[in-house]
């Protein structure tokens, strides 16, 4: 076996030295073993570089097993941990296994019992990958079957949550070939499901039977039950979260809650002034332009201005519901970690309030910030690259400590996004005066044209419940993986955005958004 191709051992032990002769043994059976004296270098070693297991003493001085334990998992839920231990205490077995360690050694261990332990995690690990790629394919196979022309809503979201769960499983898989034709069926879908949005959102936003639940039913939907039942309630969105990234979350927060989960779609443009207005408002553009002209701002440039009156919008909602919470609100927007952490600081004082609305923008500056900054481009050069990055943020965020104090409340906790984004891939040619708004995915002003096959062309803004103010006024929204480029300077921007997220059009990344209920487990 080749250095190259050797399993990577790392072995923390403050008795190390006394171990050599198991370390010989490992390495006979073709291992290569690090050895650490305490947790600190543990950690560092695997900051250096992957392993494929760690052997960690429970008794260690400075920072011990189940604090290193601990620092692990929060880095790399799937590393392989092997506790060692002199202790046979039940309360310690259940904290490790809380922790996700993958078996457990009572010491004295003889050289063949940690080979063995290893070797148990190396055959489950080769079993899991074939296993995966049995199901995959099983998995593509019945996706092939499907008559994708005739899937309504429910069939859709059925197929989104399938592969946005397999996004996920490929994350720390091996198997290129299958990653990549899971990649290309995926890029396939937004072709049919282009031609489904088309075809039916004019009926959507007229209320006909059948609908998808949309960004509009959000807070009728979710909040107002639970506040109507006497519940209190959070409120927390997290500003262009895809399906396949709250999976991602999703396992940290099962061990705090019992979760609910739901879906919605999100209204066009798939862009924060118009998907979010609509969860606060619970209105469509047009109705909310008609019946509160001096709150719409769709033509400012600045987006915290678009978005300045959701909680305006949320009470005027909730008074139309007759929900309004006896013992009051609270709306906060966080933009940055300082005011992060002065929510996390004041979160158990917000216990007396019916209602806590929460807003993070961390994942849309993220997403944005891709296109701008060099060094996030290397850190998250692809989507596996970005859940990785964002599941990263969560873990040493305000925001997982703020969910994790709110599990010990008497809460409901409602957690959702506004939309999604899409990795553009290809550039679309677009026509329009200097008046055109100027996002990549979506676009409105006068007379704009482009090709009809790479965007849908609203030519009549009220089909949509878009404002329409006359003259010629039209939108245009990016299908599939498409961005708006302009014939000037096209080349520049065509290479500027390649590869950015974005948002504002059809997609399936962009629409299927989850929309999450959180009972916690021990109040």
């Given at each position: 076996?080749?250095?190259?191709?050797?399993?990577?051992?790392?072995?923390?032990?403050?008795?190390?030295?006394?171990?050599?002769?198991?370390?010989?043994?490992?390495?006979?059976?073709?291992?290569?073993?690090?050895?650490?004296?305490?947790?600190?270098?543990?950690?560092?070693?695997?900051?250096?570089?992957?392993?494929?297991?760690?052997?960690?003493?429970?008794?260690?001085?400075?920072?011990?097993?189940?604090?290193?334990?601990?620092?692990?998992?929060?880095?790399?839920?799937?590393?392989?941990?092997?506790?060692?231990?002199?202790?046979?205490?039940?309360?310690?077995?259940?904290?490790?296994?809380?922790?996700?360690?993958?078996?457990?050694?009572?010491?004295?261990?003889?050289?063949?019992?940690?080979?063995?332990?290893?070797?148990?995690?190396?055959?489950?690990?080769?079993?899991?990958?074939?296993?995966?790629?049995?199901?995959?394919?099983?998995?593509?196979?019945?996706?092939?079957?499907?008559?994708?022309?005739?899937?309504?809503?429910?069939?859709?979201?059925?197929?989104?949550?399938?592969?946005?769960?397999?996004?996920?499983?490929?994350?720390?898989?091996?198997?290129?070939?299958?990653?990549?034709?899971?990649?290309?069926?995926?890029?396939?879908?937004?072709?049919?499901?282009?031609?489904?949005?088309?075809?039916?959102?004019?009926?959507?936003?007229?209320?006909?039977?059948?609908?998808?639940?949309?960004?509009?039913?959000?807070?009728?939907?979710?909040?107002?039950?639970?506040?109507?039942?006497?519940?209190?309630?959070?409120?927390?969105?997290?500003?262009?979260?895809?399906?396949?990234?709250?999976?991602?979350?999703?396992?940290?927060?099962?061990?705090?809650?019992?979760?609910?989960?739901?879906?919605?779609?999100?209204?066009?443009?798939?862009?924060?002034?118009?998907?979010?207005?609509?969860?606060?408002?619970?209105?469509?553009?047009?109705?909310?332009?008609?019946?509160?002209?001096?709150?719409?701002?769709?033509?400012?440039?600045?987006?915290?201005?678009?978005?300045?009156?959701?909680?305006?919008?949320?009470?005027?909602?909730?008074?139309?519901?007759?929900?309004?919470?006896?013992?009051?609100t609270k709306y906060i927007k966080i933009y940055d970690q300082d005011e992060a952490i002065a929510t996390r600081r004041q979160i158990n004082s917000f216990a007396g309030l019916s209602l806590v609305s929460l807003v993070f923008n961390f994942l849309d500056i993220l997403a944005h910030g891709r296109s701008e900054s060099e060094i996030l481009q290397e850190l998250a050069p692809d989507e596996a690259a970005f859940r990785s990055v964002m599941k990263a943020w969560f873990?040493?965020?305000?925001?997982?400590?703020?969910?994790?104090?709110?599990?010990?409340?008497?809460?409901?906790?409602?957690?959702?996004?506004?939309?999604?984004?899409?990795?553009?891939?290809?550039?679309?040619?677009?026509?329009?005066?200097?008046?055109?708004?100027?996002?990549?995915?979506?676009?409105?002003?006068?007379?704009?044209?482009?090709?009809?096959?790479?965007?849908?062309?609203?030519?009549?803004?009220?089909?949509?419940?878009?404002?329409?103010?006359?003259?010629?006024?039209?939108y245009i929204l990016a299908r599939e993986d498409f961005y708006f480029v302009y014939p000037t300077r096209f080349h520049e921007f065509e290479r500027q955005y390649k590869g950015s997220l974005q948002h504002g059009g059809i997609s399936v990344e962009e629409m299927i958004l989850?929309?999450?209920?959180?009972?916690?487990?021990?109040?």
């Amino acid at each position: 076996m080749s250095e190259e191709t050797r399993r990577r051992i790392l072995w923390a032990d403050d008795e190390i030295d006394l171990l050599r002769p198991h370390i010989k043994f490992l390495e006979q059976k073709g291992f290569a073993v690090t050895a650490v004296p305490n947790g600190e270098d543990a950690l560092a070693e695997l900051a250096r570089g992957g392993y494929d297991v760690v052997l960690l003493d429970e008794m260690m001085p400075g920072l011990g097993g189940l604090a290193t334990l601990g620092e692990i998992k929060a880095r790399d839920l799937g590393v392989p941990v092997i506790l060692v231990t002199k202790s046979e205490e039940e309360s310690l077995m259940d904290e490790a296994i809380g922790k996700h360690i993958t078996d457990y050694l009572i010491k004295p261990v003889n050289p063949s019992q940690v080979f063995l332990a290893c070797k148990r995690v190396f055959d489950a690990q080769k079993l899991q990958d074939s296993q995966r790629a049995r199901d995959y394919v099983v998995g593509m196979q019945h996706w092939q079957m499907l008559d994708l022309r005739r899937l309504d809503w429910q069939g859709w979201v059925d197929l989104a949550v399938d592969v946005a769960r397999w996004d996920v499983r490929f994350d720390d898989a091996p198997e290129d070939g299958l990653k990549q034709a899971h990649a290309d069926f995926r890029r396939g879908l937004n072709i049919e499901f282009g031609r489904f949005v088309e075809e039916g959102y004019p009926h959507w936003v007229r209320g006909d039977a059948g609908r998808p639940r949309l960004s509009t039913d959000v807070v009728e939907q979710a909040v107002v039950p639970p506040l109507k039942a006497g519940r209190r309630v959070v409120f927390v969105i997290i500003d262009c979260m895809r399906l396949d990234q709250w999976f991602t979350l999703e396992p940290l927060l099962e061990e705090l809650f019992e979760i609910r989960r739901e879906y919605y779609c999100s209204i066009l443009p798939t862009a924060t002034p118009y998907s979010r207005n609509a969860i606060f408002s619970g209105l469509l553009p047009a109705q909310l332009k008609q019946r509160h002209p001096d709150l719409w701002q769709e033509t400012t440039q600045d987006e915290r201005t678009r978005n300045r009156f959701e909680r305006q919008f949320l009470d005027l909602q909730l008074e139309r519901l007759k929900a309004v919470p006896g013992k009051g609100t609270k709306y906060i927007k966080i933009y940055d970690q300082d005011e992060a952490i002065a929510t996390r600081r004041q979160i158990n004082s917000f216990a007396g309030l019916s209602l806590v609305s929460l807003v993070f923008n961390f994942l849309d500056i993220l997403a944005h910030g891709r296109s701008e900054s060099e060094i996030l481009q290397e850190l998250a050069p692809d989507e596996a690259a970005f859940r990785s990055v964002m599941k990263a943020w969560f873990v040493h965020s305000p925001l997982y400590d703020i969910f994790r104090a709110l599990a010990t409340q008497d809460c409901t906790v409602v957690l959702t996004t506004d939309h999604g984004a899409v990795l553009g891939r290809r550039a679309a040619l677009v026509y329009g005066n200097r008046d055109t708004s100027t996002s990549l995915r979506y676009k409105f002003g006068v007379n704009l044209n482009c090709d009809a096959k790479q965007a849908v062309i609203v030519r009549r803004p009220m089909d949509y419940m878009l404002p329409d103010e006359g003259v010629n006024k039209n939108y245009i929204l990016a299908r599939e993986d498409f961005y708006f480029v302009y014939p000037t300077r096209f080349h520049e921007f065509e290479r500027q955005y390649k590869g950015s997220l974005q948002h504002g059009g059809i997609s399936v990344e962009e629409m299927i958004l989850p929309l999450v209920t959180l009972t916690p487990r021990t109040p």
